[in-house]
Nanobody, 124 residues
């Protein structure tokens, strides 16, 4: 069982930066691929970024490529999402998710564990 807790969301202006964190419970964090997804009101949950369990590969949605960076610190059981040059369309609830021995899929249904989400609001 893995429990995930996101933090770092908030209200910012367009062009600002935020860093989201997702802290995981347990001693097997390094075995999990981690993904970030987001969901805006009235929209489906969409893929943002993912990192392979080994950390060797990272993946990004086209909409965030070049602006967001995913990373992980296995010693701290934490995955991060550095978000730069934020836009109003980035406004959403951001969720982290974990998949055992995962490759870093963009499909939400392959992830087993989910956090409760953190709100990011970007004003224009």
């Amino acid at each position: 069982q893995v429990q995930l807790l996101e933090s770092g969301g908030g209200l910012v202006q367009a062009g600002d930066s935020l860093r989201l964190s997702c802290a995981a419970s347990g001693r097997t964090f390094s075995r999990y691929a981690m993904g970030w997804f987001r969901q805006a009101p009235g929209k489906e949950r969409e893929f943002v970024s993912a990192i392979r369990w080994s950390g060797a590969n990272t993946y990004y949605a086209d909409s965030v490529k070049g602006r967001f960076t995913i990373s992980r610190d296995n010693a701290k059981n934490t995955v991060y999402l550095q978000m730069n040059s934020l836009k109003p369309e980035d406004t959403a609830v951001y969720f982290c998710a974990a998949e055992l021995w995962g490759s870093g899929s963009s499909l939400p249904n392959v992830y087993t564990y989910w956090g409760q989400g953190t709100q990011v609001t970007v004003s224009s």
